[in-house]
Protein backbone atom coordinates (compact mmCIF):
# COMPACT_ATOMS: atom_id res chain seq x y z
CA UNK A 1 0.00 0.00 0.00
CA UNK A 2 1.66 3.72 -0.86
CA UNK A 3 2.14 5.74 2.21
CA UNK A 4 0.72 8.81 0.26
CA UNK A 5 -2.43 7.05 -0.30
CA UNK A 6 -3.34 4.59 2.42
CA UNK A 7 -7.08 4.60 1.81
CA UNK A 8 -7.21 3.85 -1.80
CA UNK A 9 -6.87 0.40 -2.79
CA UNK A 10 -5.99 -0.38 -6.22
CA UNK A 11 -6.74 -4.18 -6.02
CA UNK A 12 -9.87 -6.41 -7.67
CA UNK A 13 -10.68 -2.88 -9.68
CA UNK A 14 -11.17 -0.47 -6.92
CA UNK A 15 -10.64 3.01 -8.35
CA UNK A 16 -8.80 6.33 -6.97
CA UNK A 17 -11.50 8.69 -5.38
CA UNK A 18 -10.02 10.80 -8.10
CA UNK A 19 -10.94 8.61 -10.78
CA UNK A 20 -14.32 8.13 -9.37
CA UNK A 21 -17.16 10.19 -12.03
CA UNK A 22 -18.96 13.28 -11.00
CA UNK A 23 -22.12 12.66 -9.90
CA UNK A 24 -24.78 14.30 -12.45
CA UNK A 25 -26.99 16.73 -12.60
CA UNK A 26 -30.94 16.78 -12.40
CA UNK A 27 -33.04 20.23 -12.74
CA UNK A 28 -36.51 20.66 -11.74
CA UNK A 29 -38.51 23.66 -12.39
CA UNK A 30 -41.80 24.52 -12.50
CA UNK A 31 -43.06 24.96 -16.26
CA UNK A 32 -45.74 27.93 -17.89
CA UNK A 33 -48.29 24.83 -17.90
CA UNK A 34 -48.11 24.24 -14.27
CA UNK A 35 -46.42 20.99 -13.72
CA UNK A 36 -42.94 20.31 -12.41
CA UNK A 37 -40.63 19.89 -15.49
CA UNK A 38 -37.26 17.88 -14.87
CA UNK A 39 -34.27 17.09 -17.13
CA UNK A 40 -31.49 14.94 -16.35
CA UNK A 41 -29.00 12.90 -18.07
CA UNK A 42 -30.43 9.24 -19.70
CA UNK A 43 -30.08 6.99 -16.89
CA UNK A 44 -32.44 3.62 -17.62
CA UNK A 45 -33.29 3.19 -14.35
CA UNK A 46 -34.32 6.32 -13.69
CA UNK A 47 -36.63 6.36 -16.79
CA UNK A 48 -37.98 3.12 -15.39
CA UNK A 49 -38.75 5.28 -12.30
CA UNK A 50 -40.34 7.72 -13.62
CA UNK A 51 -42.58 5.54 -16.11
CA UNK A 52 -43.85 3.97 -13.07
CA UNK A 53 -45.54 7.34 -12.08
CA UNK A 54 -49.53 6.82 -13.32
CA UNK A 55 -49.81 8.02 -17.10
CA UNK A 56 -51.67 11.19 -16.05
CA UNK A 57 -49.36 12.02 -13.38
CA UNK A 58 -46.59 12.63 -16.16
CA UNK A 59 -45.65 12.65 -19.79
CA UNK A 60 -42.70 12.76 -22.19
CA UNK A 61 -42.02 15.93 -24.23
CA UNK A 62 -39.47 14.29 -27.25
CA UNK A 63 -39.03 18.14 -28.24
CA UNK A 64 -37.13 19.45 -25.12
CA UNK A 65 -36.18 16.30 -23.92
CA UNK A 66 -37.71 16.67 -20.97
CA UNK A 67 -40.43 14.77 -18.14
CA UNK A 68 -43.28 16.67 -16.96
CA UNK A 69 -44.48 15.50 -13.46
CA UNK A 70 -47.93 16.54 -11.65
CA UNK A 71 -46.46 19.36 -9.30
CA UNK A 72 -48.81 17.32 -6.24
CA UNK A 73 -45.23 14.71 -6.60
CA UNK A 74 -42.95 16.94 -5.70
CA UNK A 75 -41.25 15.79 -2.62
CA UNK A 76 -41.53 12.24 -4.62
CA UNK A 77 -39.83 14.00 -8.09
CA UNK A 78 -36.86 15.27 -5.46
CA UNK A 79 -36.38 12.10 -3.75
CA UNK A 80 -35.97 9.59 -7.18
CA UNK A 81 -33.96 11.81 -8.50
CA UNK A 82 -31.85 12.56 -5.85
CA UNK A 83 -30.62 8.93 -5.81
CA UNK A 84 -28.72 8.97 -8.66
CA UNK A 85 -28.10 12.90 -9.40
CA UNK A 86 -27.23 16.15 -7.94
CA UNK A 87 -30.32 17.92 -7.75
CA UNK A 88 -30.78 21.40 -8.62
CA UNK A 89 -34.91 22.24 -7.71
CA UNK A 90 -35.46 25.55 -9.41
CA UNK A 91 -39.08 25.39 -7.79
CA UNK A 92 -38.64 26.99 -4.49
CA UNK A 93 -37.70 30.26 -6.33
CA UNK A 94 -40.21 30.17 -8.84
CA UNK A 95 -42.85 29.11 -6.50
CA UNK A 96 -41.97 32.48 -4.03
CA UNK A 97 -41.51 35.01 -7.70
CA UNK A 98 -45.12 33.48 -8.63
CA UNK A 99 -46.52 33.97 -5.03
CA UNK A 100 -44.65 37.67 -4.79
CA UNK A 101 -46.47 38.29 -8.70
CA UNK A 102 -49.82 37.12 -7.27
CA UNK A 103 -49.63 39.38 -3.94
CA UNK A 104 -48.48 42.60 -6.20
CA UNK A 105 -51.77 41.51 -8.52
CA UNK A 106 -54.06 40.85 -5.30
CA UNK A 107 -52.82 44.21 -3.93
CA UNK A 108 -53.16 46.39 -7.19
CA UNK A 109 -56.79 44.88 -7.58
CA UNK A 110 -57.92 45.64 -4.09
CA UNK A 111 -56.36 49.63 -4.44
CA UNK A 112 -58.26 49.55 -7.72
CA UNK A 113 -61.30 48.36 -5.87
CA UNK A 114 -61.30 51.09 -3.25
CA UNK A 115 -60.74 54.21 -5.60
CA UNK A 116 -63.35 52.47 -8.03
CA UNK A 117 -66.00 54.51 -6.02
CA UNK A 118 -64.37 57.71 -5.52
CA UNK A 119 -63.49 58.73 -9.20
CA UNK A 120 -60.52 57.82 -9.12
CA UNK A 121 -58.08 56.09 -11.75
CA UNK A 122 -54.33 54.60 -11.27
CA UNK A 123 -53.54 55.66 -15.03
CA UNK A 124 -50.24 53.63 -14.38
CA UNK A 125 -46.98 53.47 -11.85
CA UNK A 126 -46.64 56.97 -11.69
CA UNK A 127 -49.99 58.82 -12.46
CA UNK A 128 -53.12 59.00 -10.83
CA UNK A 129 -56.43 60.56 -12.05
CA UNK A 130 -58.62 62.06 -9.93
CA UNK A 131 -62.13 63.47 -10.93
CA UNK A 132 -60.53 64.28 -14.75
CA UNK A 133 -56.95 65.79 -13.18
CA UNK A 134 -53.78 64.16 -13.29
CA UNK A 135 -51.96 63.78 -9.70
CA UNK A 136 -48.53 62.81 -9.41
CA UNK A 137 -47.28 64.38 -12.22
CA UNK A 138 -45.91 60.82 -14.28
CA UNK A 139 -42.59 59.74 -15.26
CA UNK A 140 -40.20 61.46 -16.98
CA UNK A 141 -39.68 60.46 -20.24
Known amino acids: MNEQEPHVLRRHGSIRPSEAPAKR?????IGDDGWLHCRFPYDADTVA???????EDRRWDP???TW?????????LVE???????VTDGT???????EAL????????AIREQFESTNVAIFDKYTVIV?????????DR
Not at 102 to 109: D, L, N, P, S, V
Not at 131 to 139: E, F, M, Q, V
Open 25 to 29: GATIW
Open 49 to 55: AIKDIER
Open 63 to 65: DTR
Open 68 to 76: AVDPDLHPE
Open 80 to 86: LLSRRFE
Open 92 to 98: VAEKARR
Open 102 to 109: EGHARRRH
Open 131 to 139: GGCIIGGGR
